[in-house]
């Protein structure tokens, strides 16, 4: 009988485990499992976490600080581990992220990241892209420094870049309802192909590639010369490119595959509740309607 394949260890689109809980999760890797619980149906799973059973951790974050200065990417590789890392780079807005570090903290530690574990085994999320309302004016958003963080991206060999539109769920829409001044705006298809578009140019020019998470609709209506495409953050064709060995390539059928999401079967170990997110970003799916 065939072997099972080793998995992939999503870690985490529910918090952000290299800001937070790194404690954590190396104390789990000293175990050998993790408990996993399911958010749905409240299901607990036990997942083994040894190497011989684990291909690659994907890390998922706004802050690699902690990660970095405790060398835990390198501890993990030690121990076997193949590492690959989506981080989420926005513009600098204290209103949007008001407890991120500062964008050139975050750019340094981008560039640590590409130096001393590959460029190539890194996804740069701008992500998501926001419109809003304020007191002083009708149509502000989050792209100011997109420009800067693509020139700095390409200088540490970044090569793929994925980004969305901010999705306006109620929970979002409750947390902002009782904030002055302030509303959230969801802009017409053409304004964002305008925009997805313009991204591309910019990009185009640093070699970067341009895809998308969870567009679908949007990718369907770009015109035929564009080359966005839809993206898969959890990309085991490319880990298998990277670090040799066998993945499976279906589809993760957990996630918005009807909205264009292509992130392939993983595990995801993060926890909306035991693990919470203290970024405390306005737009965040995550958070809890109060702050």
């Not at 292509?262 to 509740?273: E, N, R, V, W």
Request: net charge positive; with cysteine; hydrophobic share 35%.
């Amino acid at each position: 009988m065939t072997p099972p394949g080793k998995i992939v260890i999503s870690a985490s689109r529910r918090t952000d485990i290299p800001a937070f809980y790194m404690v954590w999760f190396m104390e789990q890797i000293k175990k050998g499992f993790f408990k996993t619980r399911n958010p749905f149906n409240q299901k607990v799973s036990i997942i083994n976490n040894t190497p011989d059973k684990v291909h690659t951790i994907v890390f998922w974050s706004k802050n690699f600080e902690v990660f970095i200065k405790r060398e835990y990417g390198q501890k993990l590789q030690h121990k076997g581990y193949n590492l690959f890392f989506n981080f989420t780079i926005n513009s600098e807005s204290k209103l949007l992220e008001p407890n991120v570090p500062p964008l050139n903290q975050r750019l340094k530690q981008l560039d640590y990241l590409s130096s001393n574990f590959g460029p190539e085994s890194i996804n740069l999320r701008f992500d998501p892209v926001c419109f809003f309302k304020t007191d002083e004016s009708d149509m502000n958003n989050n792209l100011h420094d997109f420009k800067y963080i693509v020139s700095q991206a390409s200088q540490y060999g970044i090569k793929r870049c994925i980004t969305s539109f901010m999705d306006h769920y109620k929970k979002i829409k409750k947390r902002t309802s009782i904030m002055e001044n302030f509303s959230f705006i969801d802009p017409p298809m053409e304004k964002k192909i305008n925009i997805l578009l313009e991204m591309e140019k910019i990009l185009n020019k640093k070699k970067i590639q341009i895809l998308t998470c969870c567009e679908k609709e949007l990718v369907n209506a770009l015109p035929p010369d564009s080359g966005i495409t839809n993206s898969s953050c959890i990309p085991n064709n490319l880990l298998m490119d990277l670090f040799g060995g066998k993945l499976s390539l279906k589809k993760d059928t957990g996630q918005r595959v009807k909205s264009g999401c292509g992130c392939k079967i993983s595990i995801d170990i993060g926890s909306y509740h035991l693990h919470p997110c203290y970024h405390n970003c306005l737009f965040c799916y995550a958070n809890p309607v109060s702050k």
